[in-house]
């Protein structure tokens, strides 16, 4: 099983390089197995390598998911006694 997160591309780098952000945290990446990719995409994002585009939506929707799950696991081990 892999885990692989939307990310907005905010900058394209020499080298088929990227940079993403995602919750403030900015990454460099290899844009290689996306050559289309321009600034301003969602991509997805695995061990550091964007394997894919995504509409914007669709990545909302995902991250906005993920956050709930966040939620929801602190609000859990806050209960655990």
């Given amino acids: ?12 780098r020499p080298g088929a390089l990227g940079l993403v952000e995602l919750g403030g945290i900015r990454k460099e990446i290899s844009v290689a197995l996306v050559p289309d990719a321009v600034v301003g995409d969602y991509v997805i994002v695995h061990v550091g390598h964007a ?29 655990l006694p």
């Fill in 51 to 79: 394997i894919g585009r995504i509409d914007p939506e669709e990545a909302q929707r995902t991250l906005a998911m993920f956050g709930s799950l966040a939620q929801l696991a602190a609000t859990n081990e806050a209960a």
């Fill in 1 to 12: 099983m892999c885990l692989a997160i939307p990310t907005q591309l905010i900058e394209l």
